[in-house]
């Protein structure tokens, strides 16, 4: 295996275990942590004796979405640029997605805009009880473009509009009622204990069969969707860069609300 600098890798016998290495700012998304993690999957996939990989967070999170010096980057890229770097995201959900191992997510901590990605491109995502999450792009300005056609797959379309249009937060076991998590547990160790349970059950079953079960599965999936897939890059870079997301990302940093203009609170019944 390659010595990447934001993800480690562990190899026990057909199991991998990717962790997301950038404990110290919650393993937030950056340019080098996509592309090494492109790059990762890109790799085993000519490994067949890889069979199984998990993906977990250092630390004291799973994801927690995009870095914020890397979003704020972004407004200074050319077009070119900032198109490359979109379409590097989605590769990267689709390498994930797309991949010929059983692909399964071990989430704890703070799960938040693309974080919730890799749980849904992930095909069993499991959680502890206690995670936080949140589909938090349009709090500053952005969208969840490279993410929504997977999460679709998972989630019904009027839970995922409140989730990404409120932006709220919810909690592990809330995530496996929508539909993003299979399963939540009380602690990591008993989500771990399942986690290898399931491993070895599956373990016993025949690999091309995995494999070819798995690819169907997701080939009928997205049969509604895959025309727009190509669109995505497009979107996210257009989206990224909008005067919105400039506005609504420095009003993040700055801890103040953003001039969007729209700010009036509807006050609840007492």
Known sequence: ?????????????????????RPEVHNALNALMIRETGHFFSQIEEIQEIRFVII???????????????????????????????????????????SSKIVIAAVHGNVFGGGNGLAAVCDLAYCTADSRFSLSETRIGMAAVSITPY???KMKVADLKELIFSAKEFNGDEAVKYGLIIQSFPSQETMDLHINQTINLMMQNGNKALTSSKQLINKLAMQPISGIMEQIPGLL??????????????????KRKPNWGTNHRIESDK
């Open 151 to 153: 999460l679709m797959q």
């Open 237 to 254: 870079a257009h989206i990224r860069v909008s005067q919105e997301a400039q506005e609504g990302f420095s009003a993040f940093l700055e």
């Open 1 to 21: 295996m390659e010595n990447y600098q934001t993800i480690q890798v562990e190899l026990d016998g057909p199991l991998v275990t990717l962790w997301l290495s």
């Open 56 to 98: 977990r967070g250092r630390g004291k999170s799973f994801c927690s979405g995009a870095d914020l010096q890397w979003m704020k980057n972004a407004f200074s890229l050319e077009n070119q640029e900032n198109l490359m770097e979109s379409q590097e995201l989605s590769e990267m959900f689709r390498s994930i997605f797309q």
